[in-house]
């Protein structure tokens, strides 16, 4: 019998793709696949399967878990093969197979779990474990400490069938989202607010204060699929340099926790985005009172 030569990693996402699993590549560091130069920082639009429909037909595996298939002539096409050949594993899209994985990224996370969710299917990973549920919902981080939930639009690396009977998405895991406030539960940062007017130290118009800070909020605000914090970074790093030379305070404390909390609104973690400010400001020389 000749041996198949194709790489293992793709012998294991075509058997998954033949049961309905959409796979990707993922690289050595377990992140997808980074986008083609075509579609490098979104620009080609995304493809037609993310939450707002673009024109990207790219046959190449770009848009992390977008690019997720269960089409055995794409995932063996000339396009996706130097991606296996460097592949460090196999991503799949838990939403687009029906099914909720629910991140357990530390010992503490699985005694957790154990103690408050129904049973289910369960994987081991390096750190702790995926408990996966059948049903979708809507992806979020940091539900609470070292658990995500990964389900539509979002990827996770697959680890094997794992052991027991898969169960039914329940209340209790609907409801992580909401008990801290994620996005889905009204999320909502209590910190200075923006009045929309510069401060007494700044030398700036009105005019070009609240123009600035609107397009910039616009930014962070058009990642609604990823990226949001890395945007929130380049804004607060851009505002803040846009006033170093000001005799006086600007008021960019009040700015900046408008910068995070149009970040949280599209699905950034709280702490993840203050952390993205505070490097934006501290690279301009300015800084995020929290």
Known sequence: MTPDPRPALLRVALNLAARGVPVLPLNADKRPVANCPSCERNRCGGRPNMKTAGPCQCAAPCHAWAAATTDP???TSPAWARA???AGGVGYHPGGAGVTVVDLDSAA???WARE???ETRTVATTRGEHWIYRGAMTSH?????GVDIKSSMAYARWRGPGDGAMALLPDAVRALPRKDGSPGGGAVVSRARWDRTPAAGCRHTVRFVTSGVERGLAKV???TEQGAGSQAFGVARFLASRHAGCPGPCGLE?????IVRAAVAVGVPEAYAVRAVERGFAEAGAELVS
């Open 73 to 75: 002539a794409a995932l």
């Open 221 to 223: 605000r058009a990642r």
């Open 141 to 145: 981080n940091a539900v609470r400490p």
């Open 116 to 118: 408050t969710l129904p």
């Open 254 to 258: 009040a700015i900046g926790w408008e």
């Open 84 to 86: 296996w050949s460097h």
């Open 109 to 111: 996370a699985v005694a």
